[in-house]
């Protein structure tokens, strides 16, 4: 599978030479007797060869963009969310304080099918590939997609790197602008929550000219403006505290305003941690007594976040196809897309300050801090978080170009596409309020200026205010330049039809970089960033597929695929696939498929530079404080019940990922009207690549103690949590669909569409050889996989006017439960419902509607790895009931 050698120059030359002999596209259209032209064929995301519209060998959904529109979904990341196959629903809400794995993520929102990751689910924009997010490297952001350009998406619900090469392992998205446009449209539309916050409004706008067929050329642009308004933790009451009693929720931060102290030499030095204003009860609602009481106070930095940060898109994107003669037609793409990300955490947490007893504000002194018993009078070390310097907020920037040179049409009896491609990703993010330079802050306290305990004075306002970190922290940026062929033709008939087949080949160059700027990372350890280099990477990517269509005998289709792929930074590749399609009557289609598959490690996660970032959860260290309980030599305000440190970064001895895929399943239509489909689908992926989960190294300190790097004194630095090829992951499970229309009768015409996942297995390891974790129906290490989920769809139209009735479920799962056993839960099932109406006159379509008609506010949720508290962001709407009104005037 895996051969590490270079292509020989032989297998160069014959690659190039059947490049240059066939190119690659699809087959040309059929003429029956008498030159009757055949229905047309067209070439559908999954295959490299034109066929009939109709029900193919592997599972492909289509969703039109007109039904985006009545359903009010306004994102790329929301018409994904309600494809059952997708895990996550979450975007913009990712960048407040960073995603899973503590890293940034430029608000970036991914697709996921089957839950094996972002990674492995490949997006393509009209059939070619887009350049992913540069601070990951391993999946597009869906932001940058042109929803208003769209004709529809195609999703492939199976494995099909033998076509399309790495990623392609839990599926392929496909999103298809339309092909043409000749008018001028003007939409704009409102979204307003009932609630406060999370409004938003779109513009678009998109002309044209040129008719193909006559006039033989046509160019149309689309532009498009989206902005959402912040969403806060405090705008719903199920995201405003992380302390819940009757829950068993309290998590919560011991880095505190007023601030924690520890009196290292107190107690015979054993020492001794309080807080002035514990016996007070701390300053409620932003810290609270410690429970149980132990003299300190605890920060709820669950009420200084948001739950949706404030995002503003701007997109245009053109086209120009033009008639050449002799059946040649050129295309020229253009995508450019800005994304901005306004996202606000809890102000900086501050630790291990020294507060000398020259101080004013040493407790007892003339500063008015009430003094504490017990003090031996020493320097105490201080967490504290000064929220007179705000909330942290960090502006993300995310821009994408994109522009393809395509070609198309007949030579030499094959029907052939090329196309060259450059495409740009970049990312940037700017601290703009809230940090503060970690060593002149220090000083303040050092010096006597700052209170850690109290509000400050003149003195200590201006020297706060002299200690504002701003600017730009970082950026990167992946570029990929790509050139492809391909083409098909018939060969000869067969039993069943004509025999058919596809060769084509691909080149790409990628480069990526990432850089820190270490003047301003430096002076910020909340930033997760202080410690990180830059870094930079580069690989070219060759290679040569080929595809047949074999209908041995009437109703009975094979495809036989295989592609090969050469990474110059990792080696070599073969994945093959068998798919089978038989048509067992009018009303009854079989129909299987079998493949492997492969995804290369991202240049990001072999190269990205080493970072230290707080973990997600908080944890007691195992030597120092076992149990919660401090042991001689601790700090409990750095080793107990507080998020500690992990050491993340890239890791240049990554393996490719490997899959095997198989699937099969039936179509059945017992009336014209009526079709439904039933499809089995098995994964088995092997060295995956990822972090292991912070949750099962502090889970487990025997058996990686290995992990846990510390100090020269023996204090906690982090826990080493590099990249690696960690084990396997075996899921599978049925995806079930539902069309029906009923007709057009006195009451108008109804239609019905169902589509479900139901997942059997997926179970996962987190080392080579481990035991396997089971995820399904339960939160295992850091997200939960759903057992059931469908979207459902109720239809009617009657002359112009429309109307849609949408439903969403998930079924419920075994909390995260890092809590008392007493305060168990399980997570209920969740379902929302949409209704839109729709009226056409002429040029005119307007649509008005209601999200989430029932104003069902996100379950209870215990999880503790997201910032936002008291749900699941990533499964759940925290907007609630909204209204939306669109109006679109074509011209």
Not at 437 to 455: C, K, M, T, W
Not at 481 to 487: A, I, L, M, S
Not at 566 to 585: C, E
Request: charged share 20%; aromatic share 8%.
């Amino acid at each position: 599978m895996m051969p590490t050698r270079s292509p020989s120059p032989t297998l160069r030359l014959l690659c190039a030479a059947l490049l240059g002999a066939y190119g690659h596209a699809a087959m040309a259209q059929d003429t029956g007797a008498a030159g009757t032209p055949a229905m047309q064929r067209v070439e559908v995301t999954g295959s490299s060869i034109k066929r009939l519209v109709s029900e193919t060998a592997t599972p492909l959904s289509i969703f039109k963009a007109e039904d985006f529109a009545k359903q009010g979904l306004t994102t790329a990341q929301e018409v994904l969310s309600k494809i059952p196959a997708n895990s996550s629903s979450m975007g913009s809400g990712n960048a407040v304080g960073g995603n899973t794995s503590g890293l940034p993520t430029g608000g970036q929102a991914s697709a996921d099918l089957r839950g094996l990751g972002g990674d492995k689910t490949l997006v393509l924009l009209n059939g070619r590939r887009i350049a992913n997010h540069p601070y990951d490297g391993a999946s597009v952001d869906l932001n940058i997609i042109p929803i208003a350009a769209l004709e529809r998406v195609e999703v492939l619900r199976d494995g099909a790197s033998a076509i399309y090469g790495t990623d392609a392992i839990g599926g392929v998205i496909n999103f298809i602008t339309k092909r043409s446009v000749n008018v001028t449209n003007i939409t704009a539309e409102v979204i307003a929550p009932q609630h406060k916050g999370a409004d938003e409004h779109r513009l678009n706008l998109s002309t044209g000219f040129g008719e193909l067929d006559t006039d033989g050329y046509n160019i149309f642009g689309v532009l498009d403006y989206h902005k959402q308004k912040v969403l806060t933790s405090q705008d719903r009451a199920f995201s405003a505290t992380g302390i819940v009693p009757s829950r068993g929720l309290s998590i919560t931060s011991g880095t505190t305003f007023p601030g924690n102290y520890f009196d290292a030499a107190a107690n015979g030095g054993d020492g001794l941690a309080g807080n002035p204003y514990a016996a007070s009860g701390c300053l409620p609602p932003l810290s609270v007594p410690a429970v149980p009481a132990n003299g300190t106070c605890r920060q709820d930095y669950t009420r200084q976040i948001d739950d949706l940060p404030a995002q503003e898109q701007v997109a245009f994107f053109g086209k120009g196809a033009f008639k050449l003669g002799g059946g040649h037609l050129a295309t020229v793409e253009y995508l450019h897309s800005d994304n901005k990300v306004k996202a606000r955490t809890a102000p900086p947490p501050q630790t291990g300050l020294i507060l000398p007893n020259t101080s004013k504000y040493y407790p007892g002194n003339a500063g008015g801090v009430p003094a504490q018993p017990g003090l031996s009078g020493q320097p105490l070390s201080v967490n504290w978080r000064p929220v007179e310097a705000g909330q942290r907020q960090i502006d993300s920037t995310g821009k994408a170009d994109r522009l393809v040179l395509a070609l198309e049409g007949e030579l030499a009896g094959w029907d052939y596409k090329t196309g060259l491609s450059h495409a740009i990703s970049k990312s940037s993010e700017k601290f703009t309020n809230g940090y503060v330079q970690d060593a002149s802050f220090a000083a303040g306290v050092l010096n006597g200026i700052l209170n850690p305990f109290g509000v400050q004075d003149a003195a200590g306002k201006a020297y706060l205010a002299s200690t504002a970190l701003r600017g730009e922290v970082q950026n990167a940026r992946v570029t990929t330049t790509g050139f492809d062929v391909k083409g098909s033709r018939d060969l000869k008939q067969l039993a069943g039809g004509p025999l058919a087949i596809a060769l084509g080949g691909e080149v790409r160059r990628e480069k990526a970089n990432f850089n820190v700027n270490r003047d301003i990372a430096g002076q910020a350890a909340s930033s997760g960033l202080s410690g990180s280099l830059s870094k930079s990477g580069a690989r070219t990517i060759q290679a040569v597929f080929g595809e047949v269509n074999l209908p041995l005998i009437k109703d009975l289709e094979v495809q036989l695929a295989a592609r090969f792929d050469h990474y110059s930074d990792v080696g070599s590749t073969t994945n093959p696939k068998l798919a089978l399609r038989y048509q067992a009557s009018s009303a009854l289609v079989l129909r299987g498929s079998a493949s492997t598959g492969f995804r290369a490690p991202t240049l990001f996660e072999k190269n990205a530079p080493p970072s230290k970032n707080d973990t997600n959860d908080t944890y007691d260290d195992p030597i120092l404080c076992p149990g919660g309980v401090p042991q001689p030599g601790a700090n409990p305000l750095r080793d107990c019940d507080l998020q500690q440190f992990k050491l993340q970064g890239g890791n240049e001895k990554l393996k490719p990922e490997k899959s095997t895929t198989f699937a099969f399943g039936v179509v059945v239509e017992p009336i014209k009207e009526v079709t439904v489909a039933v499809d089995y689908w098995n994964i088995h992926l092997k060295d995956k690549i990822s972090s292991l989960p912070e949750q099962s190294i502090f889970g487990n300190y025997e058996k990686y103690k290995a992990l846990f790097l510390r100090n020269p004194d023996g204090s906690p630095y982090a826990i080493l949590d590099l990249n690696d090829n960690i084990g396997e992951v075996k899921t599978d499970g049925i995806d079930v669909s539902l069309n029906a229309r009923l007709g057009r009768g006195a009451y108008g015409d109804f239609s019905v569409s169902v589509d479900g996942t139901w997942t059997h297995k997926y179970d996962y390891q987190n080392e080579r050889n481990g035991p396997f974790i089971a995820n399904v129906g339960r939160y295992a290490d850091n997200n939960p996989v759903f057992r059931w989920k469908h979207t459902a769809a109720l239809n009617w139209r009657m002359g112009n006017w429309g109307a849609t009735v949408s439903q969403s479920f998930k079924s419920g799962y075994t909390d995260q439960n890092n809590v008392d056993p007493q305060y168990k839960h399980d997570v209920p099932s969740y379902s929302l419902l949409n209704v839109s109406g729709s009226y056409a006159w002429k040029g005119l379509l307007l649509t008005a509607g209601v999200k989430n008609l029932f104003d069902k506010e996100p379950p209870f949720s215990n999880q503790g790895t997201l910032f936002q508290k008291g749900y699941d962001p990533r499964y759940t709407d925290p907007v609630g009931r909204a209204y939306y009104l669109r109006g679109s005037y074509t011209f």
